[in-house]
């Protein structure tokens, strides 16, 4: 079978989430926060950049490191994390980076930290932090929200800034203004100087009541596009598994809610309406849109790996814009660590600080070879009896006759390969017996299968199966 791009996007290796997607002279940059394999906490890394041509959305080129934690002057010893980044091309054709640093961890607010390059995926230099227009540097204690998740948007001459963030209720762990959801101001010429006061933009729940946005209160993740000449706010919602969007009548607002634009579980999109019926392990997401220059519109999110919500990686798949503005979701993604569609016996799991692992689910983990990170390689861990996975967008000409599972495990039994959905043709029974190392497992394939198809692995049997790929001949 063809592979075509899959996700996750990146090397099974790197755990770049928050991703905000830009389209620069023919290649699309992505810039977001930086995980690691197994992290015990968020962003602990420092920036890096990947890109792609907008005409191999396959052909990832690491681009490196662009910004250190240490290049924030307030951050000297690298103690604080750096949070999800925007990146925008200026008025003046420079590249500028803007990222909340949690410098609350060395005696500061959360502020709003700037740093420019000549190129997209440079060193950025720092340049300053944002301030009010007189000067004053904007932080969680400045009256204007929780200073979180920036994004920017530049149109013209004109430069507009957002942040925020929404939780339900105050918290003794948080700045007094969590729950006072998103924000946007627009920039003077500098690039980092307020040029009025900024104003609010989408409610969060404690705002949200009698307005589109009740039933998904913006939480975080600021966002803004121009797609297809209409303007596109993108956040993540109080459910915390999902990227909304919403119409914005300006860049400032005023907005409309319009719907669920990704989830990394499924919830929300057509036929998948509840958690019951996920179809991977959710968590967070933070994400936005990009347009390339053919008119393919792709939505950028992440998702959870290693049974915990600190490793995230970056996935994307096509949508479609109507006429009217409204997007509907699309989904494309393929093989073992690439798996969409990821479920124990038991169903899901919602990650949070309060929910963690156990060993009836299964997840996407990762082992070194030989100590090297961008030798290791990823697979997911633990399918069990009831256990399923899924690629979808696998091409095939009809002429595949055989089905290989590469395997480990204590697991004895059967593993049911099916074609479309979970319970539709099974074309393959792939038998599977313990083996500590890795190994393959084949069957024949009973019927030919031809055209852009879903494959699902149901597994059925005693133990635990590791499964590191899969493929056709």
Request: a negative charge; proline letters at 7%; charged letters at 20%.
């Amino acid at each position: 079978m063809k592979r075509p791009a899959y996700n996750p996007y990146l090397p099974s290796w790197e755990y770049v989430p928050d991703g905000e997607p830009h389209l620069f002279d023919g290649r699309v940059y992505v810039y977001g926060s930086h995980d690691v394999a197994d992290g015990e906490s968020y962003c602990p890394g420092d920036y890096v950049c990947w890109s792609v041509p907008e005409t191999d959305l396959a052909d990832w080129r690491f681009e490196g490191v662009i910004f250190r934690k240490t290049d924030d002057p307030s951050n000297p010893a690298g103690d604080a994390p750096l949070f999800a980044p925007d990146v925008v091309q200026g008025p003046d054709g420079r590249f500028y980076l803007y990222y909340a640093i949690a410098s609350m961890l060395v005696g500061r607010p959360c502020h709003i930290g700037v740093a420019v390059c000549d190129e997209p995926a440079g060193h950025y230099h720092f340049l300053g932090d944002v301030t009010l227009p007189g000067g004053t540097p904007l932080d969680s204690d400045s009256g204007y929200g929780m200073v979180f998740d920036p994004a920017a948007y530049v149109e013209g001459d004109a430069v507009w800034l957002y942040w925020g963030f929404g939780m339900p209720k105050a918290s003794p762990r948080m700045p007094a203004a969590v729950t006072e959801g998103s924000w946007v101001v627009r920039l003077s010429s500098d690039m980092v100087t307020m040029a009025e006061a900024p104003h609010r933009l989408a409610p969060a729940k404690l705002q949200a009541d009698g307005t589109s946005f009740e039933e998904h209160p913006f939480f975080e993740a600021s966002s803004f596009r121009r797609i297809k000449s209409r303007y596109y706010f993108i956040y993540s919602s109080l459910q915390g598994h999902e990227l909304c969007w919403a119409h914005a009548e300006t860049p400032e607002g005023p907005l409309t809610y319009g719907g669920v634009l990704h989830s990394n579980g499924d919830v929300g999109m057509p036929g998948k309406p509840t958690e019951a019926e996920a179809t991977y392990y959710m968590g967070n997401n933070h994400g936005s849109l990009v347009e390339l220059s053919d008119g393919r519109v792709f939505v950028f999110g992440h998702r959870h790996t290693h049974g915990h919500q600190n490793s995230r990686q970056g996935v994307a798949e096509p949508v479609v814009i109507h006429e009217d503005g409204s997007i509907e979701h699309a989904t494309r993604e393929t093989p073992a660590y690439a798996c969409c569609h990821l479920r124990s016996a038991e169903g899901i799991l919602h990650y949070s600080s309060s929910v963690t692992w156990n060993e009836a689910h299964p997840y996407v983990a990762q082992e070194d070879d030989a100590g090297a990170a961008t030798s290791a390689y990823a697979y997911v861990h633990n399918l069990c009896d009831g256990a399923e996975a899924g690629w979808k967008y696998l091409e095939s000409d009809g002429s595949e006759r055989t089905v290989r599972l590469e395997v480990r495990g204590a697991f004895t039994g059967l593993v049911s390969v099916r074609i479309d959905a979970t319970d539709g043709t099974e074309v393959a029974r792939v038998l599977v017996s313990p083996s500590e190392g890795w190994r393959w497992a084949e069957a024949r394939i009973s019927s030919p299968v031809a055209g852009v198809r879903a494959v699902y692995l149901v597994a059925c049997g005693s133990a635990s199966l590791d499964l590191r790929a899969l493929s056709f001949a």
